[in-house]
């Protein structure tokens, strides 16, 4: 599982980079600010469904961001393989 998300990663990162998506938010794993993703772009752009994302995140595969509006998003460098 993790080997296949990985090459997603790779294969979808020219994609996010085109697009004009770009909401700067903390992330806490990370530890700075960074672009960020809605979880439907996220997921879109990882090819898996809602629930997989849900599982990505809770198993700390993919950084999520509670913002203090309350909304929640993706931390784009979470989604590249580095
Ligand atoms: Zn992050």
């Known amino acids: 599982m993790a080997r296949r998300i990985a090459k997603l990663k790779i294969t979808r990162s020219r ?8 909401l700067r938010a903390r992330c806490g794993v990370c530890d700075c600010e960074v672009e960020t993703l809605t979880a439907v772009q996220a997921a879109v752009a ?14 700390g595969c993919i950084h999520g961001i509670q913002t203090v509006i309350g909304s929640f998003r993706v931390c784009k460098n979470s989604l590249f393989v580095k």
């Open 15 to 22: 994609t996010i980079e085109l697009r004009d998506i770009a």
């Open 46 to 59: 990882l090819e898996v469904d809602r629930l997989t994302l849900d599982r990505l995140i809770a198993d």
